[in-house]
């Protein structure tokens, strides 16, 4: 008899889910952001470059809000262009939206 396999392939979460995710984060921390500032990945790391150079301890708050811990970050910063920070962050804040509209929708259905 053959065991089943039970793990259910989720599909990619689509960009609107991802950046509902993020930014209910940013409204958490007071932020007043709309969902259609992102219309696409750029747009965030221009986002993230922004906040960066004018207040880095809000970058520092949704960080820690989302759960992406500062070494987790000092590791992909250290193995990775200097230039590309907002994209490093910008890619983390996405592999963690990513993550938790996942289990999300694991322990839903």
Request: net charge neutral; hydrophobic share 45%; charged share 25%.
């Amino acid at each position: 008899m053959q065991k089943e396999n039970h793990n259910i392939a989720l599909a990619q979460p689509q960009w609107i889910e991802i950046v509902r995710d993020f930014s209910k984060d940013m409204i958490l921390l007071g932020w007043k952001v709309n969902i259609e500032l992102f219309p696409n990945q750029e747009s965030l790391v221009a986002f993230i470059h922004d906040m960066f150079l004018k207040d880095r301890s809000m970058l520092v708050e949704l960080l820690y809000r989302m759960n992406i811990s500062e070494n987790e970050m000092g590791q992909a910063l250290t193995n990775a262009n200097k230039d590309n920070f907002a994209g490093i962050y910008c890619q983390k804040i996405i592999e963690r939206s990513v993550q938790r509209i996942e289990l999300r929708k694991r322990f839903s259905s």
